[in-house]
């Protein structure tokens, strides 16, 4: 299986993103409930549930893409889902570095590093 690496990559993305996206759908009010306090102090005191609803716009698409990436690569080596898959998890990611920087929690920031590398590969890989 010559795509093994960017299939296992976007397996390990569409996890990600899919289950994160999960996470906030179905517990909308407990991630409110905890982002809300952590933002108080920054000038996205009153915009946490409208910046949390691109977020995870993001990440679903990220997610969605990244299963059809895997599907396409498999079925005719294509490419172009998995790719864009890559991009918006990279932006996703981002995303949460701002936020994370934004409240100044370097460890939370450190962890979202971690997760950048992989979605960087993937962009390479893929493009």
């Known amino acids: ?3 093994a690496t960017s299939i296992l990559l976007l397996v390990f993305l569409a996890i990600t993103f899919i289950m994160s996206s999960h996470e906030k759908i179905f517990h909308w009010k407990d991630t409110m409930a905890w982002l809300i306090p952590v933002f108080e102090k ?15 716009l993001v990440e679903l698409i990220a997610g969605i893409l990244c299963v059809l990436g895997c599907l396409e690569l498999y079925i005719n080596g294509g490419r172009e889902f998995g790719f ?25 920031a450190k962890t979202i590093a971690i997760y950048f590398v992989p979605a960087v590969l993937g962009v390479y890989l893929l493009g």
Not at 42 to 56: H, R
Not at 91 to 98: A, D, N, P, R, T
């Open 84 to 108: 864009y898959g890559a991009v918006f998890s990279c932006v996703s990611l981002l995303l949460m570095l701002f936020g994370q920087r934004l409240v100044k929690d370097y460890e939370g």
């Open 42 to 56: 920054t000038f996205l005191k009153n915009m946490v549930p409208f910046a949390t609803g691109i977020l995870l």
């Open 1 to 3: 299986m010559n795509n």
